[in-house]
Structures are given as C-alpha cells and as structure tokens.
C-alpha cells in the first residue's frame, strides 16, 4: 500500500487524517518504532516512545494530533490522527495473515455423533469429536482433537481452535473465538460440607451462555451454572488463564487479563476492565465501566459506574493511593512518636 492508501484506509476507521510528507512510497508492513525499517510504518500511542523519532527508520509513523513532527519530516512521514493506537489496530488488520486451521472440510477421523445439524462451509479438524444434537453454524471452524459434548450450539463464522473442549448444553454465539486449551462448561466447584469433614458434590445442573463476538484465550476455564446459567456477555474479551466460576455474569465488552480469577456468582457490568492477577471475592457486583487494577482484590460490591478499584482488599483508587502514602510515612512517624515520647519522659522526670 501506498501511504496515500493507508491515509485513506485509515479514515474511514477513524475521520480526519493529516498527512505529513510523502503521499506515494509504499509500506510493506507494520513494526515497533524502536525496530522499524524503511518500508514500515510505526506508531506512537505512549509518550515515551516519542524519543524514537529521532532515531526510527520507518517510512511512515502514526502519531496524535497535537503532536510536532516537524523536525523530523525530512526523514520520516506521519500520519496525525485524534486516536494513534486505534488507527494502528485498524492498520494491522489490514496487513495481518488470518490464522487458520489448515484442514478444509470434515476430516475422515472426526467423530460426529447422532443428529447433529452442520451449517454451510463448517470444517471439523482431525480427530475431533462433536457430540449428538449439536448444532453447528455456518462457516465455523473446529479444530483438531476439540471435543463439543450433547445438545451444543455453536453459531456461524465461530472458531474453535485444536484442543478445546465444550461441555453439554452450552450456547456459543456468532464469531466466537476460542482458542487451545480452554473449557467451557465444567462443574462448577460446589461442595457442601458435612458434620464428619467430608464434602457432597451439589450437581451442577445449568450451561454456559457465550455472547456474539467474544474471544477467550487460551488455557480459561468456564464453569457451568449451578442452576441457570453462567454468562459472557457479547463483546467480551477473555485473556489466557482466567478462571470463572459458575453463574456469574461478565457484561458485554468488558475484558478480562490474564490470570484473574472470578468466584461464583459474580456480576461485572459493560465495558469493565480488569487487570491480570485480579481476585472476586463470589456473590458481589462491579457497575458498568470499572476499572480494576493488577492484582487487585475485589472483597465487596462497588455499585458507583466508572470508577478506577485498585489494591487488596481494593478501593477506590484516590482512598488506596492514600493509604499507600500512609504506609509509606510509617517508619518516620515512628520515629517521630519515639521522640515526642522521650521528651515527654524527660519533662516528667525534670
């Protein structure tokens, strides 16, 4: 592409694009800017990669609006636009290779089981298994050795990559990306205990419901409800090795980092962010739009929408960033009270 079609790629994404220098010398790719070569194109979302700009190789460079690139145009064009980060995801779209499975069709060694309905254009990898009565949309794509239990619903343009295993009952929506590793729909972990010590399994009779467009990672696990269902709402995203738990609620467009672990019965409303290595506490309720902090740990319900929860057990973030300073002064405080308490000493004893 040339950068005058990456301008106007671009702006169909993301409105008014300023070019700055050349309009036709062509980009073969994306790159980081600290590593870009003559022929890429970069950006700078973070202002302290700004400091690349004096060194970067790359042909064309994405940056914000207000940012003065004038020095630097001699050797380097730009493109100015209100959101660098947004318009390079759009860019790398462009360029990216999908990445597919490579088997077309239904392989010779899938197992498909009694009544199972297969949309148009479905490929099912070697040695995968699906189920009786499942429901297989349009243009999915099942990858090997993934196992789908009874009565699954799985919707068009879905793909499951190698290794995936779904349990009984669950619904999966449209797009749905889902990949290696993950299982969707094991028991929730109820246990009741007993007078002797012991534990009784309590059934886990409810599915798991997928919302349209959500991606999960690999190595997650979702468990099925208890009773009723566990939901992931349309648009959510899901990272590596995230845990939820039976019948809560991940609202739509909310994201999840890696290694965040939620109990049963959580609720967390749209668009909520929460950092990798975050902790729920079971049976509370995050508002829409919250964002929780790296290793947070969410002990109670926060009810006010868009608010920022960091620390454990987490707070709001101006009380915990506070708190923090408090902690810091410790030790001098300290010292401070040993003071005042020997000159009150001294005074007594005079």
Do not use: W
């Amino acid at each position: 592409m040339t950068i005058q079609e990456i301008r106007d790629y671009l702006a169909r994404f993301v409105g008014a694009v300023e070019l700055v220098g050349k309009v036709d010398e062509l980009i073969s790719g994306p790159a980081k800017i600290e590593s870009a070569q003559i022929g890429q194109v970069s950006f700078i979302a973070n202002d302290k990669y700004a400091r690349y700009l004096a060194t970067t190789e790359a042909s064309l460079v994405i940056v914000h609006k207000s940012l003065s690139v004038d020095e630097f145009s001699h050797r380097t064009s730009f493109l100015k636009v209100g959101d660098p980060y947004t318009a390079f995801v759009f860019l790398l779209q462009k360029f990216a290779t999908p990445r597919t499975i490579a088997h077309k069709g239904i392989a010779i060694s899938a197992v498909i089981g009694e009544g199972v309905t297969l949309g148009e254009g479905a490929s099912i990898g070697e040695y995968a298994v699906i189920g009786d009565r499942c429901t297989i949309g349009s243009n999915v794509v099942i990858g090997p050795n993934t196992v789908l239990f009874q009565d699954i619903s799985l919707g068009d343009n879905s793909v499951l990559f190698p290794n995936v295993t779904i349990y009984d009952g669950s619904l999966i929506g449209k797009r749905v990306v889902v990949h290696s590793g993950t299982v969707i729909g094991a028991d929730g972990f109820g246990f009741a205990p007993q007078s002797d010590g012991s534990y009784v399994k309590i059934p886990q009779m409810g599915i798991v419901e997928i919302g349209d467009d959500v991606e999960i990672g690999a190595n997650a696990t979702i468990d099925r409800a208890t009773m009723g269902s566990t939901v992931i709402g349309r648009g959510a995203k899901i990272d590596n090795l995230v845990q939820i738990a039976h019948n809560c609620r991940i609202g739509e467009d909310t994201v999840i980092a890696a290694q965040a672990g939620i109990s049963g019965s959580v609720t967390l409303g749209r668009q909520c962010m929460v950092g990798g290595q975050a902790g729920f506490a079971g049976h509370l309720e995050l508002a829409d739009r919250i964002h929780v902090a790296a290793q947070a740990g969410i002990s109670k319900s926060f009810l006010e929408p868009g608010i920022a929860l960091r620390g454990y057990p987490a707070q709001p973030m101006r009380e915990q960033l506070k708190h923090e300073a408090m902690l810091r002064n410790l030790g001098a405080m300290r010292d401070k009270l040993n003071l005042l308490e020997a000159e009150l000493k001294e005074l007594k004893n005079s």
